[in-house]
């Protein structure tokens, strides 16, 4: 069983900064990719980022230039520097992970972590 525990969200001003921390645990092989995902009220959950675990990364457009996604392979840790926050990223940020374990290849899903930006 493999599970994914997010920290690090909270209430933040416009134009501050967050940091979101995703460990990953449990019965673990390698982790070909990371990411995290948002909701906020109303939306669907949607892409923020992504990360391989050569390194490479993908973004929304609508953090761009803000967001920076890293990990640290030997800790099972996935991060999400957040800046210049603004009110539109309020959300439950999900972290997700491709996990190769004993079972068959699948994605993992934390319970999420709310991000409040106040104007």
């Known amino acids: 069983q493999v599970q994914l525990v997010e920290s690090g969200g909270g209430l933040v001003q416009a134009g501050g900064s967050l940091r979101l921390s995703c460990v990953a645990s449990?019965?673990?092989?390698?982790?070909?990719?990371m990411g995290w995902y948002r909701q906020s009220l109303g939306k669907q959950r949607e892409l923020v980022a992504r990360?391989?675990?050569?390194?490479?990364?993908n973004y929304a457009d609508s953090v761009k230039g803000r967001f920076t996604i890293s990990r640290d392979n030997a800790k099972n840790t996935v991060y999400l520097q957040m800046s210049s926050l603004k009110p539109e990223d309020t959300a439950v940020y999900y972290c997700?992970?491709?996990?190769?374990?004993?079972?068959?290849?699948?994605?993992?899903w934390g319970k999420g972590t709310l991000v409040t930006v106040s104007s």
């Open positions: 449990g019965t673990i092989f390698s982790i070909p990719s």
């Open positions: 990360i391989t675990g050569g390194d490479r990364t």
């Open positions: 997700s992970a491709l996990v190769v374990t004993n079972r068959p290849l699948m994605d993992y």
